[in-house]
T-cell receptor, first 115, second 113 residues
Framework: DTGVSQNPRHKITKRGQNVTFRCDPI?????LYWYRQTLGQGPEFLTY????????KSRLLSDRFSAERPKGSFSTLEIQRTEQGDSAMYLC?????????????FGNGTRLTVT | AQSVTQPDIHITVSEGASLELRCNYS??????LFWYVQSPGQGLQLLLK??????LVQGIKGFEAEFKRSQSSFNLRKPSVHWSDAAEYFC???????????FGTGTRLQVTL
């Protein structure tokens, strides 16, 4: 179990630029989740995949955000035309199973700063 | 929709003292309940979980939590806190089949020596 891996750990970008983050889940996990965490808050759900299918997207996920998991393994989260309000920690998690009681295993996150 | 309330934003305890972090949830049926811990700049680590059965659950690092349906609570406890326990603690509720968790706003634990 090598854990959930996220890259990069930190990203500083200028407003209006596009950024892409990568998440490699635990290898046998079929579910993959993206969360966003701002300072002083708990993580907020953005979207999740079961294998390669994106099953749910939060209303927090504006049209500037897109996530993919093309082969049911790693996932990418892209933010287009970044805004200062996008500054946050983006957390990826994975789980095994199809029930709601499957624990999520989190990566260390990607911290995005938009200047 | 489900929700989680952690009423204490910040708690300070002395090393060796006991600890209780409060968590209240709102959900119509029996929820799946979790406690996670987050160190600065890190991701979240699962401490323990409750799905069904015994309402007192044991977790890692000497933590335990008790599910009380009548109070809609899932408080986290530890009999003797260590300085390394200083971190942010999050309670979360999961429902249905999605494993999509709703988190509280967290409680920051400070441990004094």
């Amino acid at each position: 179990d090598t854990g959930v891996s996220q890259n990069p750990r930190h990203k500083i970008t200028k407003r209006g630029q596009n950024v892409t983050f990568r998440c490699d889940p635990i290898s046998e996990h079929n579910r993959l989740y993206w969360y966003r965490q701002t300072l002083g808050q708990g993580p907020e759900f953005l979207t999740y995949f079961q294998n390669e299918a994106q099953l749910e997207k939060s209303r927090l996920l504006s049209d500037r955000f897109s996530a993919e998991r093309p082969k049911g393994s790693f996932s990418t989260l892209e933010i287009q035309r970044t805004e200062q309000g996008d500054s946050a920690m983006y957390l990826c998690a994975s789980s095994l199973g199809t029930e709601g009681n499957s624990p999520l295993h989190f990566g260390n996150g990607t911290r995005l700063t938009v200047t | 929709a489900q929700s989680v309330t952690q009423p204490d934003i910040h708690i300070t305890v002395s090393e060796g003292a006991s600890l209780e972090l409060r968590c209240n949830y709102s959900y119509g049926a029996t929820p799946y309940l979790f406690w996670y811990v987050q160190s600065p700049g890190q991701g979240l680590q699962l401490l323990l979980k409750y799905f069904s059965g015994d309402t007192l659950v044991q977790g890692i690092k000497g933590f335990e939590a008790e599910f009380k349906r009548s109070q809609s609570s899932f408080n986290l406890r530890k009999p003797s806190v260590h300085w390394s326990d200083a971190a942010e603690y999050f309670c979360a509720v999961g429902t249905g089949t999605a494993s999509k968790l709703t988190f509280g706003t967290g409680t920051r634990l400070q441990v004094t020596l």
